[in-house]
């Protein structure tokens, strides 16, 4: 088994450009997690998803981001326009309804100039 | 809402020190916990995990974690650390009727750090 995969694992980019961050979940694994770590406010949940479904968005930041899961395989999320206070590593997870622990994807460490 | 706490921010220990991590939550249901590693520049690994049993917990590399319902802690223990223990550490959360696949909520995180 792969994991979680995320890409890019790095990107930087200039403030007010379009950034998606996408991500592979584990075959089979029912939740979907985007988290958001940053020094200050720690491990943030952004929004999670249920068989594709988004059951709780409440830690969107604001309206400039956005998740979509399209597939059970794949899902994104993007910010637009980016700006230097959304610099921050992502992660995504994924996990089963049984009981067993999320699996944590490498995270995706975004930099906005 | 659910809350966890982590009591130390940053932990410094000597090689073969004991080490004990605290954490409370505030939800008064059923609940999942965790404790999961982050090394540095790494994503975060499970240690162990507490559904239901047996409240103390073994986990991997020797790391073990006792569930207190009365006092709504689950302290992650390791008898004798060592530098390659260096990593924060976080306890997290669940609401059991979501049966694990719900939300995680994370503590704050602590550092620790393990001298040679």
């Known amino acids: 088994d792969a994991g979680v995969i995320q890409s890019p694992r790095h990107e930087v980019t200039e403030m007010g450009q379009e950034v998606t961050l996408r991500c592979k979940p584990i075959s089979g694994h029912d939740y979907l997690f985007w988290y958001r770590q940053t020094m200050m406010r720690g491990l943030e949940l952004l929004i999670y998803?249920?068989?594709?479904?988004?059951?709780?968005d409440s830690g969107m930041p604001e309206d400039r981001f956005s998740a979509k899961m399209p597939n059970a395989s794949f899902s994104t999320l993007k910010i637009q326009p980016s700006e230097p206070r959304d610099s921050a590593v992502y992660f995504c997870?994924?996990?089963?309804?049984?009981?067993?622990?999320?699996?944590f994807g490498s995270g995706t460490r975004l930099t906005v100039v | 809402a659910q809350s966890v706490s982590q009591h130390n921010h940053h932990v410094i220990l000597s090689e073969a020190a004991s080490l004990e991590l605290g954490c409370n939550y505030s939800y008064g249901g059923t609940v999942n916990l965790f404790w999961y590693v982050q090394y540095p520049g790494q994503h975060l690994q499970l240690l162990l995990k507490y559904f239901s049993g047996d409240p103390l917990v073994k986990g991997i590399k020797g790391f073990e974690a006792e569930f207190i319902k009365s006092k709504f802690s689950f302290n992650l223990r390791k008898p004798s650390v060592q530098w390659s223990d260096t990593a924060e550490y976080f306890c997290a959360v669940n609401e059991g009727r979501y049966n694990q696949g719900g939300k995680l909520i994370f503590g704050q995180g602590t550092e620790l750090s393990v001298k040679p």
């Open positions: 997870a994924s996990s089963p309804t049984r009981p067993g622990g999320y699996t």
């Open positions: 998803f249920n068989n594709n479904v988004p059951i709780d």
